[in-house]
């Protein structure tokens, strides 16, 4: 079992729709939380961040955090076609060094 | 602030050159970590410094040799370059403190023939 598992799509959703990514982990004492948006061709920029259970809310992004199912998700409000692009999931496991793990991401396509 | 700048943005070498990419950030963060990209492969760790005058492997350490010169730079040497190294590599660095967010710098383009 991978690390962290992402689905690696794509998944397309209309404009205007929500997008919803989730990823899953299997290490257990995970801390925190992380979502990077990635253009083609750009680095990896961080949209979101989470450590505790519940939701976490910045304007059109919402990030979910369930450690007890081992699952965090981001949803995407009214998406726009800006938004595709590949998401990533990352966390900082158990290790030391404050290391992040990441999904191999899932490619969003918001189509008009 | 120009945040986590990296040189050179290209780079093409043939088998057995050496090289070295150079990464440095002005956000003051005690931490820095370099990646590389592969396609299906995710992000994965090369090697990381947690502070100034430290540093460790990460997952794939094999070909590489780093050096946090000071607190802003830190760089990345392949001392003989082999196809498989052809990937893009990010230098990232982390806030510190409560947060352990990591900012990526804009990644170098390497193509060993």
């Known amino acids: 079992q991978k690390e962290v598992e992402q689905n690696s799509g794509p998944l397309s959703v209309p404009e205007g729709a929500i997008a919803s990514l989730n990823c899953t982990y299997s290490?257990?004492?995970?801390?925190?939380f992380f979502w990077y948006r990635q253009y083609s061709g750009k680095s990896p920029e961080l949209i979101m961040s989470?450590?505790?259970?519940g939701d976490k809310e910045d304007g059109r992004f919402t990030a979910q955090l369930n450690k007890a199912s081992q699952y965090v998700s981001l949803l995407i409000r009214d998406s726009q076609p800006s938004d595709s692009a590949t998401y990533l999931c990352?966390?900082?496991?158990?290790?030391?060094?404050?290391?992040?793990?990441f999904g191999t991401g899932t490619q969003l396509k918001v189509e008009l | 602030n120009a945040g986590v700048t990296q040189t050179p943005k290209f780079q093409v070498l043939k088998t057995g050159q050496s090289m070295t990419l150079q990464c440095a950030q002005d956000?003051?963060?005690?931490?820095m970590y370099w990646y590389r990209q592969d396609p299906g492969m995710g992000l994965r760790l090369i090697y990381y410094?947690?502070?100034?005058?430290?540093?460790d492997k990460g997952e794939v350490p094999n070909g590489y040799n780093v050096s946090r010169l000071n607190k802003r730079e830190f760089s990345l040497r392949l001392e003989s370059a082999a196809p498989s190294q052809t990937s893009v590599y990010f230098c990232?660095?982390?806030?510190?403190?409560?947060?352990?967010?990591?900012?990526f710098g804009p990644g170098t383009r390497l193509t060993v023939l």
């Open positions: 290490d257990r004492g995970s801390q925190s």
């Open positions: 956000m003051n963060h005690n931490s």
């Open positions: 990352a966390l900082q496991g158990t290790g030391g060094g404050n290391k992040l793990t």
């Open positions: 989470i450590y505790s259970n």
């Open positions: 990232a660095s982390r806030s510190g403190g409560a947060g352990n967010e990591q900012f």
């Open positions: 410094s947690a502070s100034e005058g430290t540093t």
